[in-house]
């Protein structure tokens, strides 16, 4: 079980009353009224409370029983120190017996905590309040402290009712602080109540800041009975600490108990460290705390039966706080009582005796023949022959100790055991009071001086206490004052007084008080040399000095009136009677009228201190490259220079000798305090230039240049050249323009248009980075012109003029499959196919050329053009090798020539046949029905092979399949293939003792036939078996699947229920009730569907069980209807580069086929236009169109009922160029 915690101690020496250590709820402690029964015989207690209260006389007759009560009140502030009344009434009883004690009105006045309790003993009295506190820690010093007086108004202790709001203030003066203090409130203890803050507790905070007080609030809301007990605030600023406690009393119904006396006093008497300590838990004052009747519980036989873990818990159930006196009493409860046999009449309670006079203690033995031994806290007491201290007597049966002038030290418990039993008593020393005999004086001086406060008391070694302005004084060995005493004398020292010395001191004695007044003042102020105002440049040292009299005394610097602290950039240096003020670095902040104000003076020196800076340009914050600004031609120039200098400096513009003014129309010049700025409304070419700064102030001058650039689209191009022209195309060439608008050219674009035509037709939607460009795609035999657009970062120069008119007119490609057809001993013969572009000019034959390997010689073999695409080289020597060239001539000239890539040996050569099989015939050639066969199988032998062809190992029959057979290979064609052309195809090719073959595997392929007899199996609920037979032709192909339709009797309207279904038979679910079903089935190979379908007989009847319906006669409506345009296209405009849709929505049955033009032509795979078609709304997507997408579109709807168009006009706007 943890100790019983010590009461903490107020610096301005109030006492915080104990409460359960508890944060949540904490439990109320109940005001105690209890009843106790002495023994018949017990000798009455005597005390004088006070000298002049008269003295009153109680006896104590065995009935009827006294009522006691305890009661402990604290009075409100400002007294500090709480007194304890133990008053003991009685009904009034006849006189009292003869050598009887008196008994009278105690009243002990508590000294204040700050003195240790080991050091006073007992000679005050000072009794315990049943915090629990262990004797150990009664010997520790109570650390004190300092001494303060920040609170110039502290909250006070106030009464409310449940459910009531209550405020609590508390008032910090702020004139010599620098800044805010420090504040926190608690609740009891330990409690801090700023993390306790809601909708039932409230702190707030102010400042006044013309009387410079700082206003702390704390604001309790709807108050509960667990609100009630005592409160702290607690003000801390630097090395200064304040606080005060108060108590806050929330009333119910009051309701009073008595309260046993003996247990109130109880004291130990076991043999242990805290033997004869006082236990006075019991006097703590209770708050008045509405109880509920509840059944009287024993809380003692609760503890016994409990656990010792849990004695806390049920001590804070029951509201008992003296923990330790708790563990005493348990033990002593719990063990076995002994009836006593020894005492026929055992000791008082308690006994009472003044400070030098003497008490006697009797006891009655049942049996004289026993050892009696008397115990003073627990120890044995021994007589001495040579003193008088303790007398022992024996009378008959009676057994007395007397002691002789009772002092302090004899205040304790004493016992007396007989055989086996003893009994115990109390003996309470009441000392008598201490007089003032000789007052203090009161001390006027200044600071740093010594002070001496001297009183004289009635009795030496007496304990005191010194106070200033009712506040006890720290005496410890770091406080500043020191108290001193001989004999009856005694003094408070002060070695270095201060002005917050000023005050009211006081001596507190137990019989009188004295006090004085102490006036500490300032010393006069010299001033020994003033600041002096300074002027210095930024970023240098700025040193303030000063000298004052007297030295010690320190200041505070301001700044236009704001205070200064020290830091990193101020240091604040005072020794003796110089100060400093010194800034490593000054800065513009750093300027103003400086002011040192020594403490506590109203007198101040003051300064000005002025920073000056030399002007300065900052290019640097502007990020432009090379300090040039780049504007466009006609755009507003406004370049903003941030600028510095203190003072503000002069700043002129200026563009080589002309200054330019502040007053100027278009170009202007403007300044500010931070920054200046040049601005040209207009910019022009002209404006181009080096534009300089020239600033100045008291400090000195700064130069700057920036360059303006100003950039145009530039000039256009000379008219292009055409120095080279084809069949559709031309080489064109110019030179780049003059003028550049000061940007590099980026690009250029190209435009041609028909000689005849107005319209011009962009040729590179990509820049061409070069000066030539080959338009393509003309028609020859139109005259065409070419134009020229510059392009640079700012944008697209006019353009130039056209080229003069050219006509495309191009020469033939060059001819191709150039081939030996046969070579004998004296001639070659070689043979080509016409070129694949012949163009407008025509064909008018070939030349044949030949040369002699190894020589560049080329002779011409016809004198004339041959129109065949084979000829006959002749005159050729033996064994000689040629290579052979054709050219195609046209009216344009001659082609390219087609060159044989190998020399020609002039020599009969005998070559083994060899077959090269294309790749994709390699695998069997597939083909529908219909479609033209037409294979070239290409081999090599020599001289010509013979070639034959075997179908499934028979002769190919020349009516069915034509085959032609050449040098090099050979074809086999078939105009129109059926699939009796299916087969194996052998080709063999034989070159006299040589032979060579393959195998061509052809299949013909066509749609299947309908599936076989499709039946309906079964019809249950709203689902239907079907079954059927694979067709019976295939197609001449593997059946993959079948597609499956329904269709209702009212409409017959089919609908595809499953498509590539691979069974004969399926279930078709989900089927209307009352409706009737045909049902068909189409097959499916790799051509596709089958041409027809297969259709059940009968119908399936889908019928509601237990209802029977008549279907009514049913005329079909005809839906079908041409095409009709329901909402048309509308006139449309587009900006360049977004991209733009039309729109428009057509009805038609059956569905129309949907055709998009542009100026009448169809629109066919152009990947600029995407086209959309759903539900009837037609759309055409335009992708970033340009100006020469313009133009009319119109859309057109066809089917076999009709057509429908309907037409729109798009302009594409180019925004303007920034």
């Known amino acids: 079980m943890p100790e019983p915690a010590k009461k903490d101690e107020m610096p301005n020496g109030e006492k915080e009353s104990v409460a359960p250590d508890s944060i949540e709820v904490p439990m109320p402690t109940p005001e105690i009224s209890l009843e106790v029964s002495p023994p018949p015989a017990a000798t009455p207690l005597s005390t004088v409370k006070e000298e002049d209260e008269p003295v009153t006389v109680v006896t104590q007759p065995p009935p009827p029983e006294p009522v006691v009560t305890v009661q402990i009140t604290t009075p409100p502030p400002p007294p500090p120190e709480p007194v304890v009344t133990v008053q003991i009434t009685t009904p009034p009883t006849p006189p009292p017996a003869e050598g009887a004690n008196t008994v009278k009105k105690l ?97 707030k905070e102010s400042f006044d800041r ?223 009071p201490v007089k003032v005999t000789k007052g203090i004086e009161p001390i006027k001086t200044t600071v740093n001086e010594r002070i001496e406060l001297e009183c004289e008391v009635s009795e030496e070694g007496a304990q005191v206490k010194w106070c200033k302005n009712g506040v006890e004084v720290p005496t410890g060995p770091r406080s500043r004052y020191r108290v001193k005493s001989e004999g009856t004398k005694h003094w408070l020292i002060i070695d270095d007084a201060s002005k917050e010395d ?132 006609g755009n507003k120039l406004r370049v903003e220079i941030p600028i510095s200098g203190e003072p503000a400096p002069r700043v002129v513009w200026m563009k080589g000798e002309r200054v330019i003014l502040e007053s100027g129309n278009r170009v202007r010049a403007e300044t500010f305090s931070d920054q200046t700025s040049l601005t040209i409304d207009i910019t022009e070419r002209e404006d181009t230039g080096n534009y300089n700064i020239v600033l100045q102030n008291e400090a000195g001058e700064a130069t700057a240049s920036i360059k303006v650039k100003v950039v145009d689209i530039p000039d256009p191009p000379e008219a292009p050249l055409v120095p080279e022209i084809g069949g559709d195309w031309c080489s064109m060439t110019w ?72 006509v495309p007119l191009a020469v033939t490609s060059e001819p191709t499959m150039l081939v030996v057809d046969d070579v004998t001993d004296t001639t070659v013969t070689m043979k080509w196919r016409p070129p694949d572009t012949i163009g407008a000019a025509g064909l008018d034959g070939y030349l044949v050329e030949y040369s002699i390997e190894g020589t560049d010689d080329w002779k011409v073999t016809n004198t004339e053009l041959t129109e065949k695409t084979k000829y006959t080289i002749t005159g050729l020597p033996t064994e000689a090798k040629i290579l052979v060239r054709v050219r195609a001539i046209n009216a344009a000239g001659a082609s390219l020539p087609r060159t044989l890539q190998h020399s020609i040996l002039v020599k009969e050569v005998i070559e083994p046949p060899k077959i090269r099989i294309p790749r994709h015939l390699k695998q069997t050639f597939i083909r529908k029905v219909g479609e033209a066969v037409n294979l070239v199988i290409p081999f090599m032998g020599k001289p010509r092979p013979k070639v034959s062809w075997l179908k499934d190992n028979e002769a190919v029959d020349p009516t069915q399949v034509s085959i032609r057979n050449t040098d090099c290979d050979s074809i086999i064609f078939i105009r129109k293939a059926e699939r009796k052309h299916s087969g194996q195809y052998n080709m063999k090719v034989e070159v006299e003792k040589h032979m060579d073959t393959a195998v061509v595997d052809i299949q013909i392929v066509d749609l299947p036939g309908p599936p076989q007899c499709v039946k309906i199996e079964e019809v249950w609920g709203e689902n239907v078996a079907l079954d059927w037979t694979p067709p019976k032709d295939n197609g001449n192909a593997a059946i993959t699947g079948y597609t499956i339709q329904k269709a209702d009797k009212k409409t017959m309207e089919w609908y595809t229920c499953l498509e590539h279904y691979h069974r004969t038979c399926i279930t078709i679910t989900e089927l209307v009730v009352g409706n009737e079903y045909y049902f068909r089935v189409y097959s499916e190979n790799m051509v596709g569907l089958s041409e027809c379908a297969t259709q059940t007989k009968d119908s399936a009847l889908i019928v509601k069980e237990g209802m029977h319906m008549k279907n009514p006669e049913y005329i079909d409506h005809d839906f079908t209807e041409p095409p009709k345009f329901t909402q048309p296209l509308v006139n449309t405009f587009a900006i360049a580069g977004y991209n733009a849709t039309l729109h428009c929505s057509v009805r038609a049955n059956p569905r129309p086929k949907v055709i998009w033009m542009k100026n009448k032509i169809a629109i066919i795979d152009d990947p600029r236009y995407r086209m959309f078609s759903n539900q009837g709304v037609c759309t055409l997507e335009i992708r970033k169109p340009s100006p020469y997408d313009g133009g009319m579109y119109s859309c057109k709807a066809i089917n076999d009922l009709g057509e429908a168009l309907v037409e729109c006009k798009l302009e594409i706007k180019v925004p303007p160029q920034e």
């Open 210 to 432: 013309h009387s410079k007080i700082h206003t702390f609030e704390m604001y309790i809301i709807k108050a509960k009975e667990n609100y009630a007990g005592n409160y702290r605030c607690e003000v801390t600023y630097k090395d200064k600490f304040d606080s005060c406690s108060f108590d806050l009393e929330v009333k119910e119904l009051e309701q009073s108990q008595n309260v046993d006396i003996r247990s109130a006093f109880k004291r130990s008497s076991e043999g242990q460290d805290d033997a004869g300590e006082l236990d006075f838990s019991g006097l703590l004052k209770h708050r008045e705390h509405k109880q509920e009747e509840v059944p009287e519980v024993d809380v003692w036989e609760i503890l016994k039966m409990a656990r010792p873990d849990e004695y806390e818990k049920i001590a804070f159930e029951y509201g008992i706080t003296d923990l330790r006196g708790l563990l005493r009493r348990l033990k002593k409860t719990k063990k076995e009582e002994k009836k006593c046999e020894a005492f026929a009449k055992k000791l008082d309670p308690a006994y009472q005796a003044d400070k030098g006079g003497k008490i006697r203690f009797v006891v009655d033995l049942a049996d004289p023949t026993l050892d009696v031994k008397w115990y003073k806290n627990g120890q044995e007491i021994r007589p001495t022959p040579n003193q008088r201290k303790y007398i022992f007597e024996h009378k008959g049966t009676q057994r007395i100790m007397i002691i002789n002038n009772c002092s302090l030290n004899d205040d304790a418990a004493y016992s007396v055991s007989a055989g086996e039993d003893k009994c115990t008593t109390e003996l309470f020393v009441k000392e008598l």
């Open 502 to 633: 000023t005050g009211t001191f006081s001596l507190m004695a137990s019989g009188g008080t004295s006090e004085a007044k102490v006036q500490v003042d300032l010393k006069p102020l010299k001033i020994i040399q003033d600041l002096q105002d300074t002027t210095v440049l930024l970023g240098q040292p700025l040193k303030l000095h000063c000298e004052i009299f007297p030295g010690n005394v320190p200041g505070r610097w301001y700044r236009n009136g704001q205070l200064i602290q020290s830091s990193d950039h101020i240091n604040i240096l005072q020794r003796a009677k110089n100060h400093r003020l010194e800034i490593a670095s000054a800065t513009i902040h750093d300027a103003g009228d400086y002011t040192f104000v020594p403490e506590g003076y109203t007198q101040s020196l003051c300064a000005k201190v002025h920073i000056i800076d030399p002007p300065r340009v900052h290019l640097d914050s502007l990020n432009f490259p090379d300090n040039t600004v780049t504007i466009v031609a």
């Open 735 to 806: 030179e780049p323009p003059i003028y550049d608008g000061a940007s590099p050219i980026l690009g250029y674009f190209i435009e041609r248009k028909k000689k005849q035509s107005s319209r011009w037709m962009r040729l590179n939607f990509d820049l061409n980075k070069e000066t030539t460009f080959e338009p393509k795609k003309m028609i020859e035999g139109v005259p065409y012109e070419v134009r020229v657009f510059a392009v640079n970062a700012i944008g697209v120069s006019k353009p130039s003029e056209p080229s003069k008119a050219f």
């Open 107 to 203: 009243s002990i006045d508590l000294p204040n905590d700050s003195v240790p309790v080991s050091a006073m003993g007992r000679k005050d009295s000072v009794w315990s309040l049943g915090e629990g506190m262990a004797p150990e820690d009664l010997d520790k010093p109570i650390d004190t402290p300092p001494l303060s007086s920040l609170l110039i108004e502290k909250p006070q202790s106030g009464s409310i009712h449940v459910g009531e709001d209550i405020t609590f203030v508390a008032k910090v003066e702020a004139k010599d602080l620098l800044r805010k203090p420090t504040i926190k409130w608690f609740k009891g203890k330990w409690m801090d109540l700023a993390s306790k803050t809601g909708k039932h507790l409230q702190l």
